[in-house]
């Protein structure tokens, strides 16, 4: 399919091709046409999947055909909730690149900064807001946004917004959202409260599921390393010392730990910055800008505050700590090996983290070759059957060759 079998308006059209795309994206081609129709849509999507484009391209056609046909009033027209700071900006840029010839104005507001500067904005006249929940429901409290004009409403990254405890703010703006309305709800993934949200915000949705949670990219390589704790950091310089590893994303799983990270790794010569929530708004936004410039050749991440963020060309995702969530390590390495780009995925697993590999197994369905090749092997490796949670049995021989079979079956 292409973007011409979209019926995209020439400026959309063009906007997409300067970004280079030449065909849309699976989730593309089955939203845009919903939204166009004014269906609302139930989408499960991983990120990197084009998800933004999905809801921004058709959202900026339908407001600019109105626009056009003098059907205009003043207001906020189309809302899209996100849970980051990071992704709201990302957002509102991709409102603004696929958007270029409309004419439309977006905004994005979020927390952690001074209100000033987006009130202007707000207060200028604004068709499209981007928002995170906390700012948003301040704002409107204030009475600064009124929502009476709103047409569509998209909910992005909903499973995350429970994960952060945003749930009941997102219920607080749901309530306040005219009843006549399109609505849109991407989640990556969909556990019963998730679904029961989505019970609530829409009607009769278009359901699209795309590449579901459970399954990893076939773009991105996946490696475990079996290592003791007290030996992650020196296999991380180990790992790092590879000239073939021009960038990477290393996640950690506290905010204290990235900066642990961080400033290790900075002190071996190797430039590297951290990014989490305690981090002010600038500093997020310098390390994020000077990682993609590749100022920075190495950025430690938590989890929340890397979350959708779009690196181009992202080769390698390190994983320092196992995730306990199956999911959220899918999540990680989804930040590498995006839209066609191959990617690597590193994973160090210590004793205390076998479990947590047994579950990421079980959940996509295959088992992660290892290395058992580097200078720090684990001492005494946890037995690991293939797709089983059971836990480590003890007396079992350690020979490399009947580990790798019983852990790994085949490669
Ligand atoms: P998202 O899932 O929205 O975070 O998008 C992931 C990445 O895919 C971003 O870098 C987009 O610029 C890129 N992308 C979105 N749509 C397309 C497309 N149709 N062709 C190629 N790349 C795309």
Not at 391 to 406: D, H, L, V
Request: with cysteine; hydrophobic share 40%; charged share 25%.
């Amino acid at each position: 399919m292409t973007f011409q079998e979209l019926h995209l308006i020439a400026p959309i059209l063009r906007a997409v091709t300067e970004k280079g795309y030449t065909a849309p994206t699976p989730i593309q081609e089955q939203a845009i046409p919903a939204i166009l129709q004014h269906k609302d849509v139930l989408g499960c999507a991983q990120t990197g999947t084009g998800k933004t484009a999905a809801f921004a391209i058709p959202i900026l056609q339908i407001l600019h055909k109105k626009k056009e046909s003098g059907q205009w009033r003043k207001g906020i027209k189309a809302l899209i909730v996100t849970p980051t700071r990071e992704l709201a900006i990302q957002i509102d840029e991709s409102f603004r690149e696929y958007g270029k010839g409309t004419h439309l104005r977006h905004a994005v507001i979020f927390g952690g900064v001074k209100q000033f500067s987006q009130v202007k904005k707000i207060e200028a006249g604004v068709d499209i807001l981007v928002a995170t929940p906390g700012r948003l429901l301040d704002l409107m409290n204030q009475g600064i946004i009124t929502l009476n004009t709103l047409e569509i409403f998209t909910l992005d990254e909903a499973d995350r917004m429970l994960d952060m405890g945003f749930i009941h703010d997102v219920k607080r703006i749901i309530s306040a959202l005219p009843k006549k309305r399109q609505s849109l709800f991407f989640s990556a993934t969909m556990p019963p409260v998730i679904t029961k949200l989505a019970g609530t915000l829409l009607t009769n949705p278009i359901r699209i599921e795309v590449t579901p949670v459970s399954s990893t990219a076939e773009t991105v390589s996946q490696k475990m390393y079996f290592v003791d704790k007290v030996h992650k950091k020196s296999l991380l310089m180990h790992v790092l010392q590879d000239g073939s590893i021009p960038s990477a994303l290393i996640f950690t799983r506290t905010k204290y730990g990235a900066d642990k990270i961080a400033k290790f790794i900075s002190k071996s010569g190797i430039k590297a910055e951290a990014i989490h929530g305690n981090k002010s708004q600038n500093a997020r936004q310098n390390a994020l800008k000077n990682f993609k410039t590749k100022q920075t050749r190495v950025l430690v991440a938590t989890d929340i505050a890397a979350r959708g963020i779009d690196i181009d060309d992202l080769t390698h995702v390190i994983n320092f700590e196992i995730p306990n969530e199956p999911e959220t390590y899918v999540h990680r390495i989804g930040r590498t090996g995006r839209a066609q780009n191959n990617g690597m995925a590193l994973s160090f697993c210590d004793a205390d983290e076998a479990a947590y590999v047994k579950n990421i197994h079980k959940l996509i369905s295959k088992s992660i070759p290892i290395v058992d090749t580097h200078p720090y092997q684990m001492t005494s490796p946890p037995s690991m059957n293939k797709h089983s949670s059971s836990t480590k049995k003890q007396g079992q021989s350690n020979s490399p060759q009947k580990k790798k079979k019983r852990w790994y079956g085949k490669r």
